[in-house]
């Protein structure tokens, strides 16, 4: 089964930057493309989709709240997805979550249901 480990969440600095990571394994080698994403959830409020990517042909989709501050990423040959954080502001305090999941008509997208596989979570705090 898929498995997904993470790291990288710290304390940090307002304005300052972080780059998250995600080591995935176990895929079913027959399917050709999913979506990778990063959720978050802060004390008191639902999870929330960040960022997405497809695998196959690495289009991503972003929440309007991080737009041209974080950047979603993969490396296929690693197995391993990233997300930068630049510009960090305190609303972005959140345990970070990497999901897995297929590819909906219409493409990835930040709806959680459509994720199948979770990380443990990573805390990132910004102050």
């Known amino acids: 089964h898929v498995q997904l480990v993470e790291s990288g969440g710290r304390s940090v600095q307002v304005g300052g930057c972080l780059r998250l990571s995600c080591a995935s394994s176990?895929?079913?080698?027959?399917?050709?493309?999913?979506?990778m994403g990063w959720f978050r959830q802060a004390p008191g409020k639902e999870r929330e989709g960040v960022a997405t990517?497809?695998?196959?042909?690495?289009?991503?989709f972003y929440a309007d709240s991080v737009k041209g501050r974080f950047t979603i990423s993969q490396d296929n040959a690693k197995n391993t997805l990233y997300l930068q954080m630049n510009g960090l502001k305190s609303e972005d305090t959140a345990m970070y979550y990497c999901?897995?999941?297929?590819?909906?008509?219409?493409?990835?997208?930040?709806?959680?249901?459509?994720?199948?596989?979770w990380s443990q979570g990573t805390q990132v705090t910004v102050s």
């Open positions: 999901a897995a999941g297929s590819v909906p008509v219409g493409g990835c997208n930040l709806k959680r249901e459509k994720y199948y596989a």
């Open positions: 176990g895929y079913d080698a027959r399917v050709a493309s999913r979506c």
């Open positions: 990517i497809n695998t196959r042909d690495n289009s991503t």
